[in-house]
T-cell receptor, first 116, second 115 residues
Framework: AQTVTQSQPEMSVQEAETVTLSCTYD???????LFWYKQPPSRQMILVIR??????QNATENRFSVNFQKAAKSFSLKISDSQLGDTAMYFC?????????????FGAGTILRVKS | EAGVAQSPRYKIIEKRQSVAFWCNPI?????LYWYQQILGQGPKLLIQ????????DSQLPKDRFSAERLKGVDSTLKIQPAKLEDSAVYLC?????????????FGPGTRLLVL
């Protein structure tokens, strides 16, 4: 079974600074996908960024980028130029590459607080 | 485009009572998921539907939880009888396809408190 570990329960960062959230996972699969989801206090979960394991290039979405280290089974999220609206719970998630049954396995989450 | 709708948003019941949650996915989305999010934990998949068929219900406590997706559109999740440990947020999500690249869009959730 796959497991996802987020070792930082809470983090804080000053507005406009950069912060990195950590995630490690355990799997015997070779083909899979990794995700970071954001859950603001309103509780609507939103996809932030996705990484396909077969791609060596790290995914980037505007101010969000990942550092994917497949051998180390590490998948960290970097948020540049942090904004107050980035305050949320961030979940790292894993999905096996299958035709059907794309279950997301989530970590416990990291609460990020952006301070002005 | 309307998002995933869920109701009710909040529900308080006593243990051993029954409760039902409703989800309406994004129009055209064939795949629907129910997740349970206990406080302090990440969401855990309870059941996944592809149209009106069940794809994965391996983590659904079938002695007390049931779910259906009649006509392959909206879905209901029922708990009967509820236990204290069922207190959680129940999230519904939908995706256009069941493949791994089908982005899952989440609803606002239903917060259940069992007393």
């Amino acid at each position: 079974a796959q497991t996802v570990t987020q070792s930082q329960p809470e983090m804080s960062v000053q507005e406009a600074e950069t912060v990195t959230l950590s995630c490690t996972y355990d799997t015997s699969e070779n083909n899979y996908y990794l995700f970071w989801y954001k859950q603001p206090p309103s509780r609507q979960m939103i996809l932030v960024i996705r990484q396909e394991a077969y791609k060596q290039q790290n995914a980037t979405e505007n101010r969000f980028s990942v550092n994917f280290q497949k051998a180390a089974k590490s998948f960290s999220l970097k948020i540049s130029d942090s904004q107050l609206g980035d305050t949320a719970m961030y979940f790292c998630a894993f999905m096996k590459h299958v035709e059907y049954g794309n279950k997301l396995v989530f970590g416990a989450g990291t609460i990020l607080r952006v301070k002005s | 485009e309307a998002g995933v709708a869920q109701s009710p948003r909040y529900k308080i019941i006593e243990k051993r009572q029954s409760v039902a949650f409703w989800c309406n996915p994004i129009s055209g989305h064939a795949t629907l998921y129910w997740y349970q999010q206990i406080l302090g934990q990440g969401p855990k998949l309870l059941i996944q539907f592809q149209n009106n068929g069940v794809v994965d219900d391996s983590q659904l406590p079938k002695d007390r939880f049931s779910a259906e997706r009649l006509k392959g559109v909206d879905s209901t999740l029922k708990i009967q009888p509820a236990k204290l440990e069922d207190s959680a947020v129940y999230l519904c999500a939908s995706s256009l396809s069941a493949g791994a690249l089908g982005t899952q869009y989440f609803g606002p959730g239903t917060r259940l408190l069992v007393l």
